[in-house]
T-cell receptor, first 110, second 116 residues
């Protein structure tokens, strides 16, 4: 059965304290892995798409990487405005939907 | 600006009542989706539609119904048969019928439904 597991469930960081979020997946025929940011009471916003193992993408303080079994979202020197829930989703070949993990809620304190 | 509009933002349902959540997009996307989000759980697919006048059940369709009479609109009705409807509902769309591409989904801002 296809699974997407995110860890940790919650992460509390001090401003400037770098850390990583994990997304482990077991799907056959991965077509793409997506990272989204979701603020409370709002819809998810697109961050990155990764397609193949070894691929990396960066945006401001965020960097996403992909291996054959997992993806990491690295947050470098986070600021309070990086506080949000980060969602990971996978799309497998010939499927009609994205499958989501439960998310990691990040809180960055000043 | 193009996007997805969900309304209302908050909705309260009495026991035994049907309610309809609106989802409108002006992105010219073919495929539209309804997801349900509960605390501590991943988004779960309720229904999806890849083309006008056609829709398919997702993983948790029981107690819900949809229609797709126009490309721009994909309303979701939560019926009295849905025993635990309190949740955050998200509508999404994509131009790729098999989803994916560079951006995956575009999401609306959500509707929070509460049973009173």
């Amino acid at each position: 059965e296809d699974q997407v597991t995110q860890s940790p469930e919650a992460l509390r960081l001090q401003e400037g304290e770098s850390s990583s979020l994990n997304c482990s997946y077991t799907v056959s025929g991965l077509r793409g892995l997506f990272w989204y940011r979701q603020d409370p009471g709002k819809g998810p916003e697109f961050l990155f798409t990764l397609y193949s193992a070894g691929e990396e993408k960066e945006k401001e303080r965020l960097k996403a990487t992909l291996t054959k079994k997992e993806s990491f979202l690295h947050i470098t020197a986070p600021k309070p405005e990086d506080s949000a829930t980060y969602l990971c989703a996978v799309h497998k070949s010939n499927d009609y939907k994205l499958s989501f993990g439960a998310g990691t809620t990040v809180t960055v304190r000043a | 600006d193009g996007g997805i509009t969900q309304s209302p933002k908050y909705l309260f349902r009495k026991e035994g009542q049907n309610v309809t959540l609106s989802c409108e997009q002006n992105l010219n996307h073919d495929a539209m989706y309804w997801y349900r989000q509960d605390p501590g759980q991943g988004l779960r697919l309720i229904y999806y539609s890849q083309i006008v006048n056609d829709f398919q059940k997702g993983d948790i369709a029981e107690g819900y119904s949809v229609s797709r009479e126009k490309k721009e609109s994909f309303p979701l009705t939560v019926t009295s048969a849905q025993k635990n409807p309190t949740a955050f509902y998200l509508c999404a769309s994509t131009s790729d019928r098999i989803v994916g591409g560079n951006y995956g989904y575009t999401f609306g801002s959500g509707t929070r439904l509460t049973v009173v």
